[in-house]
């Protein structure tokens, strides 16, 4: 076991909602604190398909880990991807060989894409959860539109304007009426060989209704909007399979361009690292404090934990448990501190909100629940304020208020990642 020292060491696994929330709760601890994420950048997960369908830069939603603990004098930060952790020995290791010994853990790695036992889907259907997903998602959107320009077999054409969203969660259900709109409003008038409002948006969502975790009538209107932008919203309807341009629904199978996965999650590998019991989710099943059972100096919080609300439901995957979570697990460990006894973790759901596409969202508050305008109004305002940085804010407003009043997205670019350069490069020139 590491040997303390006269200042307790603090180490936080993760730069997300839960891992900062918890960093800054401990601004005013006695600690040493150090934050390790695998990236420099936080990201508002929220608006990636804002960044995946050329509504914003991806500078826009992010914004540097360092920067945000600028004025936290107890507060270290590393880049790095950790591999293993000893529990025992009260250390960690990361890729690179550093080891790094800790006093107390504070695990907030989040989430993968899971693909329900098809890790193989992936290289057909990625998801969104990096800023490198909404990139490639983008190239891959834009592209299709240019591809589709010079082809001049018409089922090629329709293959490659024929774009999958599956999952009917507010990511997919978000991506899929953005997708819509490019199609019908923004990229409308760009092209000559073809007409982008030919485009097909297909949703696929397992369950009977999209949103399903929303009061039915929100739903509705949900896959209303939809259906009136031009989206094909199939529920009920499983994947069994995705393979190179094919999504296989039963004994049906979509050809598609474009295909984007927002089906699920699977909870981050450290997970299993603990030695600690996990869900089927590989998540970790912790104490109503927060902690790891067998060891109070660790906590894990938002997407890694398992942990169910007062009425017996598990907690969602979503930003606002994990920055509540932050916040208990932050207080809990200065409580340890202060030789007190921790406090159990009381999630207050804030309400739900999803936006279909202009002028168009839902909003499931505690005693209230609206649609149309004023909930996309809302949902315009929340995004807004919970961005890091007012500079992001006012740009993001100004990114926002230009799409609104031009219909247009300023941020259509198509970029290559290196291997696609090389290969671009390779190409002959006229």
Not at 30 to 46: A, E, G, K, S, T
Not at 353 to 369: E, S
Not at 397 to 409: D, E, K, V
């Amino acid at each position: 076991m590491s040997t303390p020292t006269s200042v307790p060491r603090v180490v936080v696994i993760g730069g997300g909602f839960g891992g900062l929330t918890a960093a800054r709760a401990l601004r005013h601890a006695p600690v040493d604190l150090l934050l390790i994420d695998r990236r420099n950048h936080h990201v508002f997960q929220p608006l990636l398909y804002q960044v995946a369908t050329a509504g914003l830069s991806p500078g826009d939603i992010a914004a540097p880990i360092r920067w945000i603990l600028r004025h936290q004098s107890n507060a270290r930060v590393w880049m790095g991807d950790v591999v293993s952790i000893d529990t025992g020995g009260r250390h960690l290791r990361l890729a690179d060989g550093t080891d790094v010994p800790y006093d107390y853990l504070l695990v907030a790695a989040g989430a993968t894409h899971a693909y329900f036992g098809h890790d193989e889907w992936h290289q057909y259907a990625p998801g969104l959860k990096t800023l490198e997903d909404a990139l490639d998602a983008r190239r891959r959107v834009l592209l299709a539109f240019e591809q589709a320009e010079r082809e001049t077999d018409k089922a090629a054409q329709r293959r490659l304007l024929t774009f999958v969203v599956i999952g009917g969660g507010p990511t997919g259900v978000e991506m899929a009426g953005s997708l819509a709109e490019i199609a019908r409003h923004t990229l409308a008038h760009d092209f000559r060989a073809i007409d982008p409002e030919s485009a097909r948006v297909i949703l696929i969502e397992g369950g009977p209704n999209i949103l399903g975790v929303y009061p039915e009538d929100l739903s509705a209107f949900a896959r209303r909007a939809l259906e009136r932008l031009g989206v094909n919203v199939w529920t009920g309807s499983v994947v069994t399979s995705v393979t190179a341009g094919k999504v296989h629904v039963g004994g049906e199978t979509i050809e598609a361009g474009t295909i984007i996965w927002a089906a699920g999650v699977s909870a981050s590998p450290l997970g299993a690292k603990l030695g600690v019991p996990l869900d089927r989710a590989g998540r970790v099943l912790v104490n109503d404090d927060l902690t790891v059972p067998g060891h109070p100096e660790i906590f894990v919080i938002g997407d890694l934990a398992a942990l169910k609300a007062a009425d017996g439901r598990w907690l969602p995957g979503v930003a606002q448990v994990a920055i509540q979570q932050g916040r208990r697990a932050g207080a809990n460990l200065a409580r340890q501190l202060r030789g007190e006894p921790t406090q159990p973790f009381r999630y207050r759901n804030l309400g739900n909100l999803a936006t279909i596409g202009r002028n168009k969202a839902v909003a499931d508050l505690p005693g209230w629940k609206f649609k149309g305008y004023l909930a996309w109004l809302f949902w315009l305002f929340v995004h807004v304020m919970n961005l890091v940085g007012f500079r992001n804010r006012l740009s993001v407003l100004t990114q926002w208020a230009f799409s609104y009043i031009t219909f247009q997205r300023s941020v259509r670019l198509i970029t290559f990642d290196t291997a696609d350069a090389d290969a671009d490069d390779a190409m002959p020139r006229s």
